[in-house]
C-alpha cells in the first residue's frame, strides 16, 4: 500500500505571511500526488481581505480548519502581539494538531502526518511538534541575509554577553557573515533594542535553531552569498523555495478599472509608483515634502496615499484611505499635476508593477514588495519604515545593486518615542531621479535578476529543485515516524 503524508501548516494571521504560506503549500502539493496539507486558521481580529483569499482557493489536497477564537483577547502593543497570540492559541493549536495525529494513526487509509511547517514567529510550537514525536519545519517570510542576521544577533547575546539594548542610537559597525559589507547598529530593526521586546526576538530565534529545517522566501541568483554563509554556520538544513507571490489575489482589479485605465494612457516606464505597504502613513508635514518632491521631479507618478490611524484606534491600528487628499497636500498640487499625477488609496500592488507603464518604486522595502518588484524587474527607490526594513534596503542598496537609496536608516514604527524626522524634498526628488533613470544599471541589474526569478521557480530551476529535495524528505520523514 502507497503510504500518503500530510503537513500541518501553521500560519501567522497576517495577510503577507499567510498568502506566501499558502502559495508555498501549493508548491509542495504540485509535486507529490501521496502529499497532502492542513492549514489550522489562527484568527484574531476580523480580516475580510485574508476571509476573502481564502474563500477563492480552490486547491485540491489542502483544507482549512478554523480554530475557535480565545475565549477573551486584548488588543496588545506590538512588541507583546506573538507573546499574547502564543498564550491564547497555544491550546488550540495543541488540541487540533493532537486530533490530527489521533485520526491519523487510528484511520487506517488516512494520510500520516510528516510534520509541522511553522510561521517563523510560531516557533516555540516546535516543542509540539517534538512531544507529539512529528519534526518541525519553519517557513521565513523575510530574506536569508535576515535571518544570518537573527542568528548573529542570538550569538552575540547568549554567547558573548554583548548587551544589545546598549546598541540603540549608537552606529557600531558589525561584520556579520550573511552581509559582504560591514553593518552600522542605525539599520537594526527597533524590535531588537527595546526591552520590552527583545526577549521575544531572543526566544522566537532560539526556536529557529530547535527546526528540522528551515524554508525561506527567496532563490538561490539573489542571495547566494547569504544562503551560503547560513549553510556553513550551522547544520540546520535552509531550503530557499521562493520567490513565493500571489500574483493572482489582485483578480478584483478589472483591466477597466480607474487605475488601470489611467496606466493605460501612459508611456512605457513613465510612472513612478510610491506605496509604503499595509502599515505604511506619513504625518502632513512629510507627505508635502514628497509631493514637493514628485513636482520638481516632472517624472509622471501613481502615490498610494494613506491617513495614518488615529492614536486612539489602538497600537496595531492600520493605515485609511482619504476621504479627500487634498486636505494634506501642498495648495494647488492636485491642479498643477493634473495629467502627469494620480492620487490613489489602497494599491493593488502587484497589478500595478506588472503594468508596462511602471518603470520605477519608491518602496518601503517590506520583503514581499522586494520580491514582487525583481519578479516585475522595477527598480527600487528604498525608503524603509518598520521591522527588518532598513536591512533590506541595505542589502538591495548596498549589497545587490538592485535599488537606489532615498533614506536607508529612516525608522517610523511605533516604538521609538521621540520626534518624528522628515526626509527633505530635495532627498526624496534625488532618489525618484536616480531610480527613474533610464539605462541605469541598477535597471539593468534588475531585469537581469527578474528573469533569474521566474527562473528558479520553473522546471529543474533552483528553488524548483530544492522543493523536490524537500518533499522528498518529508515523505522520507514517513518511514522514521510511522516505520
Not at 32 to 46: A, E, F, R
Request: glycine share 6%.
Amino acid at each position: 500500500m502507497v503510504m500518503k503524508a500530510e503537513l500541518v501548516f501553521i500560519p501567522m494571521p497576517l495577510m503577507g505571511h499567510f498568502v506566501s504560506m499558502v502559495q508555498l503549500a501549493k508548491l509542495l502539493l504540485d509535486l507529490h500526488p501521496n502529499l497532502s496539507i492542513t492549514v489550522l486558521m489562527i484568527k484574531l481580529n476580523p480580516d475580510a481581505k485574508l476571509a476573502a483569499y481564502v474563500h477563492s482557493l480552490t486547491a485540491t489536497r489542502m483544507k482549512f480548519i478554523d480554530l475557535p477564537p480565545p475565549e477573551t483577547h486584548e488588543d496588545e502593543s506590538p512588541s507583546n502581539f506573538v507573546t499574547t497570540l502564543l498564550q491564547t492559541h497555544g491550546p488550540l493549536v495543541k488540541q487540533a494538531a493532537t486530533n490530527i495525529v489521533q485520526y491519523s494513526t487510528s484511520v487506517l487509509a488516512s494520510p500520516r502526518l510528516a510534520g509541522f511547517v511553522l510561521d517563523m514567529f510560531l516557533t516555540p510550537f516546535i516543542d509540539l511538534g517534538n512531544e507529539l514525536s512529528v519534526p518541525s519545519y519553519v517557513f521565513y517570510t523575510s530574506g536569508a541575509a535576515f535571518l544570518g542576521f537573527q542568528f548573529y544577533i542570538l550569538d552575540l547575546h547568549d554567547e558573548q554577553n554583548v548587551n544589545i539594548l546598549e546598541l540603540e542610537d549608537s552606529d557600531t559597525e558589525f561584520t556579520i557573515p550573511s552581509y559582504l559589507n560591514p553593518v552600522s547598529s542605525k539599520l537594526f530593526p527597533s524590535v531588537m533594542l527595546k526591552p520590552e521586546s527583545l526577549p521575544m526576538v531572543i526566544t522566537l530565534t532560539r526556536g529557529l535553531r530547535k527546526a528540522k529545517g528551515i524554508m525561506i522566501n527567496t532563490f538561490w541568483e539573489l542571495e547566494s552569498h547569504a544562503i551560503s554563509s547560513l549553510s556553513d554556520a550551522s547544520a540546520l538544513p535552509v531550503y530557499p523555495v521562493g520567490p513565493l507571490l500571489n500574483l493572482e489575489s489582485e483578480s478584483e482589479v478589472h483591466q477597466s478599472s480607474d487605475i488601470m485605465k489611467w496606466l493605460d494612457e501612459q508611456p512605457p516606464s513613465s510612472v513612478v509608483f510610491l506605496c509604503f505597504g499595509s502599515w505604511g502613513s506619513f504625518n502632513g508635514d512629510q507627505v508635502k515634502e514628497i509631493a514637493f518632491a514628485l513636482e520638481q521631479s516632472g517624472h509622471r507618478f501613481l502615490w498610494s496615499l494613506r491617513q495614518p490611524p488615529h492614536p486612539s484606534k489602538g497600537p496595531r491600528a492600520s493605515p485609511t484611505d482619504y476621504d479627500d487628499a487634498s486636505e494634506v497636500l501642498p495648495e494647488g498640487f492636485l491642479d498643477r499635476t493634473r495629467g502627469i499625477g494620480k492620487i490613489i488609496g489602497w494599491a493593488p500592488q502587484v497589478a500595478i508593477l506588472g503594468h508596462p507603464a511602471t518603470g520605477g518604486f519608491v518602496s518601503h522595502c517590506g520583503w514581499n514588495s522586494t520580491l514582487e518588484s525583481i519578479w516585475f524587474g522595477v527598480p527600487i527607490a528604498a525608503w524603509p519604515v518598520y521591522a527588518e526594513q532598513q536591512l533590506n534596503a541595505f542589502e538591495l542598496v548596498m549589497e545587490l545593486g538592485l535599488a537606489v537609496e532615498i533614506k536607508m536608516d529612516y525608522k517610523r514604527d511605533g516604538m521609538d518615542s521621540g520626534e518624528i524626522e522628515i526626509v527633505s524634498a530635495k532627498t526624496i526628488e534625488k532618489g525618484i531621479r536616480s531610480v527613474m533613470e533610464e539605462g541605469s544599471d541598477v535597471r539593468k541589474r534588475v531585469k537581469e535578476m527578474s528573469e533569474k526569478s521566474r527562473k528558479a521557480l520553473m522546471n529543474a530551476g533552483s528553488s524548483h529543485s530544492t522543493l523536490r529535495g524537500l518533499v522528498d524528505d518529508v515523505m522520507n520523514n514517513m518511514f522514521d515516524i510511522h516505520p
